[in-house]
Antibody
Framework: QAQLQQWGAGLLRPSETLSLSCDVS????????WGWIRQPPGKGLEWIGE???????NYNPSSESRVTISVDTSKNQFSLKLASVTAADTAVYYC?????????WGRGTLVTVSS | DIQMTQSPSSLSASVGDRVTISCQAS??????LNWYQQKEGSAPKLLIF???NLESGVPSRFSGSGSGTNFILTISSLQPEDFATYFC?????????FGEGTKIEIK
């Protein structure tokens, strides 16, 4: 059964770049979109963007200018970079697999932006 | 963007109660609607996809209905493990958007 294992830095200073990666084990990248969703403390879920195995991306316009999602098919991994972070980017970040619904989720990474 | 409005934002209920949660889309999304359950400190878990289809392994006390702009998640008999927050999510249009959540608390 496929699983998602995510990792990345949990504490950033304002203006730094958030960098998270997600490893897909027990399954293939093919046939899915692989996305990132975040959840500020005590708040709802916000879709950041997604990528498929050939590198086609979709981004949320709310942060599109700062976001890069990439895929490494040789490692079965995909990654998120969010530039110029501020305190408003403090959230739990989830990686997830999508067909129509998000049917497989990583455990989440709390990223805190603080000076 | 398609706005997803859930109601209520929270509710108190007892074990055995029938519970319904509403989700309204700001425009017609046909049946492109999913429901998730999230427990404290955990990732969301898919319950219902395509408005009314039960995800494998999800108890049959959960059901979804609706189409167009109005959707409902029903829990027929609330169990102790159902106390959690529930989110709807549309995938008719990008950007994908979620409702703000409905928290079910123990009465």
């Amino acid at each position: 059964q496929a699983q998602l294992q995510q990792w990345g830095a949990g504490l950033l200073r304002p203006s730094e770049t958030l960098s998270l990666s997600c490893d897909v084990s027990g399954g293939s990248l093919s046939g899915y979109y692989w996305g990132w969703i975040r959840q500020p403390p005590g708040k709802g879920l916000e879709w950041i963007g997604e990528i498929n195995e050939i590198g086609n991306t979709n981004y949320n316009p709310s942060s599109e200018s700062r976001v890069t999602i990439s895929v490494d098919t040789s490692k079965n991994q995909f990654s998120l970079k969010l530039a110029s972070v501020t305190a408003a980017d403090t959230a739990v970040y989830y990686c997830a697999r999508r067909t129509m619904p998000f049917d497989l989720w990583g455990r989440g990474t709390l990223v805190t932006v603080s000076s | 963007d398609i706005q997803m409005t859930q109601s209520p934002s929270s509710l108190s209920a007892s074990v055995g109660d029938r519970v319904t949660i509403s989700c309204q889309a700001s425009q017609d999304i046909s049946d492109s609607l999913n429901w998730y359950q999230q427990k404290e400190g955990s990732a969301p878990k898919l319950l219902i996809f395509l408005a009314e289809n039960l995800e494998s392994g999800v108890p049959s006390r959960f059901s979804g209905s609706g189409s167009g702009t109005n959707f409902i998640l029903t829990i027929s008999s609330l169990q102790p493990e159902d106390f959690a927050t529930y989110f709807c999510q549309q995938y008719a249009n990008l950007p994908l958007t979620f409702g703000e959540g409905t928290k079910i608390e123990i009465k």
